[in-house]
């Protein structure tokens, strides 16, 4: 099936009336797909290199935006955004996804199944003209579409640098309100998404904060189930992901015993295995 | 005035590990003064004319002013290196009456010569020995087959160190090797400081033969724990001992701390080729696999190999032996090896590093990964991370255990496998597996759970459970319970890719 392309000019009635609170919208809107989508939704964004944490959260607030049939926005990037998006679609949601190329063109090449279920089922939109190729200063004005298509966003996790900021940054200034998903002080991969809060970001502190600040869209979350979490194992690795070598040393346990901790607690949901060795919350 | 006349003497060529039969006449008559070798002989053998002339005359005896011509039979194998020289230098001197030709009887000779006369090692010596054993025959060769009889029972030898003590029918050898002392053969585990996920991951991989692959960043002690693996290892066993010297003598190598029972340790470089890895060449020598035959194969770098290279480990790995086939004919080498392979998890090495960021994008990380083939992953058991030391802890001595106490746990866990099964636990499949485990109930329960809620495929849940069996013996449970497939989950390896 050939999905329908569309070429929204500023001006035309259909032209997404969001976007006119950018300070420099793009003249023409190219998408393909379901032009009933391009209202504002929940913006989901992380970092490429994402840990399980990060793609966890994606993962789950996206799956909650999909119940309340809430749109759920990204950039259809590796990590955060495909976690979000394919959570989305796979929760029977909406998912709107918003290119730094044309919105023909399958990037990156690993989303291109993806990108085609967007495109039939759902939309994929650009402020740039059919067939043009990824480049790296096309990002930045992909991220300000998110930020317009956003009602709220949120930013599950982020290094530094982090394309992130823009968007988070581009939200904020046209009245958007920004939510971040804050890490430990210790991970790398969280120190964008903490700045942020430094910044005046809000954070998500429980899970409960986000279905106040989701409130805005009408949307309610679903309680926590807070399974057994009283092992000091497992406390230590939810506090702060570690390899099994320092876990054993931390709490002064063998490494055997360790192991079989490990797997227990694997078993039982409340720790993962990351891909660098660490076990952490998942 | 030259004597004219004819002799033989009796050596051998190499094929595979195995020692030829091959007879060197020689045939001093009148005509234009010549030096002729016909026979297959390729061109090691071909110099060995100028080499005999100048070695016969340091040695004091007189190079016949004749027509020389030098046959090896049989005609039509083809004859390789340098160990012809002693032969022809013998079978010459008996020729022309200089030595006496009995001399030549019921012996072999083996050796290169040197242009003043010595008499030089050769690769594969202890294959000839073992070719002049079982012939009953006396071996003549360069100084060292001493050491050799020691470990070949029957075999008469007698060194040689210089072609003028060839007419005396005593030894003759005034140069001693030095003995070959197994003196710290391998590091000891001991002096690795923390890392004991690995050192416990070393000593399953050990007891259990099962292949380990090491991730973490540069410098965080990959090759300093292989280094030390085959410490963990009982040593050889006589048979054992002698294919792998035979196979060491071949290549060139020094056969005596195969000898003396020390497990091979190889670690070739990732620019390594694929002749180099599993044999090649003409003739055929054995490779890295074969050289490392009951002992350790240590892949480090190993996205950094060829991919055909790697594709290549996977027969010998599976049959246990490599076969070369040549247009002259085919040579089986064997491969039953120990395999542990170590990676960056990303080229910059710092990907999951809790301090240093990683610099390198998904993509890159991705096709660094895709470097190494599925079919190799899939026959390596366990993989762990080693995180870098922390600078304190090397500081802090703290006592770590011994090589020699982990051996005692990892001996007693490969009897009971061995007393049960027959072969180690990693060699186990299907039914066999299943049987040998005699899963608990809280075992069974723990493996399906956690392979259902971790998404695992069947052929992980296999590796999981073998590495769950070899736990279960270290630890001297005839049952497999929940304990062991809690702590064998946690060395399972994603599916087909590295981390």
């Known amino acids: ?282 | 005035m030259t004597r004219y006349g004819r002799a033989s003497a009796d050596t051998a060529t190499l094929v595979g590990i195995e020692a030829v039969p091959v007879e060197v006449e020689v045939d001093v008559g009148p005509g234009l003064p010549t030096f002729q070798v016909v026979g297959l002989a390729d061109t090691a053998v071909l110099e060995a004319r100028e080499r005999v002339r100048s070695a016969v005359r340091s040695a004091g005896y007189e190079f016949p002013n004749a027509r020389v011509v030098v046959n090896l039979a049989p005609g039509r194998l083809r004859k390789h290196g340098t160990g012809f020289d002693l032969p022809i230098a013998s079978a010459l001197l008996a020729s022309t009456g200089q030595i006496d030709p009995g001399l030549l009887r019921e012996t072999l000779f083996v050796g290169e010569l040197s242009l003043d006369g010595q008499v030089r090692p050769v690769a594969g010596l202890l294959a000839h020995a073992r070719g002049a054993r079982d012939r009953r025959l006396t071996l003549v060769g360069p100084p060292g087959v001493d050491a050799i009889a020691a470990a070949l029972p029957g075999l008469r030898v007698r060194p040689l160190d210089r072609l003028s003590g060839i007419g005396r029918q005593e030894s003759g050898c005034h140069r001693v090797q030095a003995a070959w002392s197994p003196r710290a053969a391998h590091p000891d585990l001991g002096e690795v400081v923390g890392q004991h996920l690995a050192k416990r991951a070393l000593e399953i991989a050990a007891a259990g033969a099962h292949n380990l692959l090491l991730l973490g960043p540069p410098g965080s002690g990959k090759s300093m724990l292989a280094r030390r693996f085959c410490g963990i290892l009982p040593p050889l066993t006589a048979e054992e001992s002698l294919t792998v010297a035979m196979l060491h003598s071949v290549a060139g190598f020094d056969e005596r701390p195969a000898l003396a029972g020390v497990r091979p340790f190889r670690d070739p470089h990732h620019t390594c080729s694929i002749a180099g890895l599993v044999g090649g060449g003409a003739p055929p020598r054995p490779g890295e696999v074969s050289l490392a035959h009951q002992g350790l194969l240590f892949l480090d770098e190993l996205p950094e190999f060829g991919p055909s290279a790697l594709q290549a480990l996977r027969q010998p790995m599976e049959d246990g032996f490599v076969t070369l086939v040549r247009a002259d004919g085919r040579v089986r080498f064997p491969s039953r090896f120990a395999l542990i392979a170590a990676a960056n998890p990303c080229p910059c090495g710092f990907l999951g590093d809790p301090e240093k960021s990683c610099a390198c994008t998904a993509a890159v990380i991705a096709r660094y990964q895709g470097r190494v083939g599925g079919p190799l992953l899939d026959r390596i058991d366990m993989s762990v991370w080693m995180p870098r030391t922390d600078p304190g802890s090397l500081l802090n001595c703290i006592a770590e255990e011994s090589s020699a106490s982990v051996l005692e746990r990892v001996m007693e866990a490969r009897e009971r496998a061995i007393a049960r099964d027959g072969v180690p636990s990693s060699a186990l499949t299907g039914r066999l597996l299943r049987e040998s485990c005699a899963m608990t109930a809280a075992a069974v329960d723990e493996l399906t759970d956690t392979a259902r809620l971790r998404a695992v495929s069947g052929r992980a849940v296999t590796r999981v459970l073998r590495v769950a069996r070899t736990i279960a013996d270290l630890t001297g449970c005839d049952r497999v319970d929940s304990d062991h497939v809690s702590e064998a989950f946690g060395y399972r390896k994603a599916e087909g890719r590295m981390t």
């Open chain 1, 1 to 282: 099936m050939k999905s329908p392309r569309f070429e929204l000019k500023m001006g035309d009635a259909e032209y997404p009336a969001c976007l006119l609170d950018l300070p420099r919208p793009p003249k023409i809107l190219y998408g393909i797909g379901d032009v009933s989508l391009l209202n504002p939704g929940l913006g989901i964004i992380g970092s490429r290199k994402a840990t399980p944490y990060g793609l966890s959260c994606a993962r789950r607030f996206a799956g909650w935006a999909a119940t309340r049939s809430v749109t759920v926005v990204s950039g259809a990037a590796i990590g955060c955004d495909q976690a979000a998006q394919r959570a989305a679609i796979g929760g029977g949601g909406r998912s709107l996804a918003v290119m730094g190329c044309g919105a023909d063109v399958d990037y990156p090449r690993g989303a291109a199944t993806l990108l085609e279920q967007l495109r039939t089922e759902h939309a994929v939109v650009s402020g740039f003209p059919w067939g043009t190729p990824p480049k790296r200063g096309h990002f930045p004005q992909r991220n300000h579409l998110i930020a317009a298509f956003s009602r709220a966003l949120l930013v599950v996790e982020a290094a530094l640098p982090s394309g992130t900021f823009i968007t988070a940054e581009a939200a904020g200034s046209i009245g958007r309100d920004v939510f971040a998903v804050p890490g430990s002080i210790f991970a790398p991969e969280c120190r964008g998404t903490n700045r942020l809060i430094s910044q005046g970001v809000q954070p998500i502190t429980d899970v409960s904060d986000l279905s106040i600040a989701l409130g805005l869209l009408h949307m309610t979350v679903p309680d926590d189930d807070g399974e057994g979490r009283e092992d000091p194992l497992g406390r230590a690795l939810i506090a702060n992901p570690m390899r099994p070598d320092d876990a054993a040393r931390e709490l002064d346990l063998d490494i055997v015993t360790v192991m079989r901790a490990l797997g227990r607690l694997e078993k039982a949901g409340i720790v993962g295995r990351y891909p660098d060795g660490r076990y952490g919350p998942c």
